[in-house]
């Protein structure tokens, strides 16, 4: 059974940093495309940034620059490094798992629907 745990959220500054960890269990992350996506309060769940097999990257526009994905094969972990953080950063983030595609696919990779697994989220709360 696959299953996702982030953790690493916090309540930061502006300017601030935190890591992000999410823990897969039940396949092998590496083989398969992830993602990282946040809530803000109110508002639609949004793409953050991915990760395809071959280490390949892409970020949304607003963390281009401050947010770094990668992962672990070894450890079976992903993770989102977030650093400049604003209060426009404040979301719940939740990592996802994609088990039937290995690559990212361009505009379709913030596509909620093409993830098959999602964590329960990680609070980021950033204050001014």
């Known amino acids: 059974q696959v299953q996702l745990v982030e953790s690493g959220g916090g309540s930061v500054q502006a300017g601030g940093s935190l890591r992000l960890s999410c823990a897969a269990s039940?396949?092998?992350?590496?083989?398969?495309?992830m993602g990282w996506f946040r809530q803000p309060p109110g508002k639609k769940r949004e793409g953050v940034s991915c990760?395809?097999?071959?280490?390949?990257?892409t970020y949304s526009d607003s963390v281009k620059g401050r947010f770094t994905i990668s992962k672990d094969n070894a450890k079976n972990n992903l993770y989102l490094q977030t650093n400049s953080l604003k209060p426009e950063d404040t979301a719940m983030y939740y990592c996802?798992?994609?088990?039937?595609?290995?690559?990212?696919?361009?505009?379709?990779?913030?596509?909620?629907?093409?993830?098959?697994?999602w964590g329960q989220g990680t609070q980021v709360t950033v204050s001014s």
């Open positions: 996802a798992a994609d088990v039937t595609k290995p690559t990212l696919s361009g505009y379709r990779d913030y596509d909620l629907t093409q993830y098959d697994y």
């Open positions: 990760i395809g097999s071959d280490g390949s990257t």
């Open positions: 039940g396949y092998t992350a590496s083989y398969y495309r």
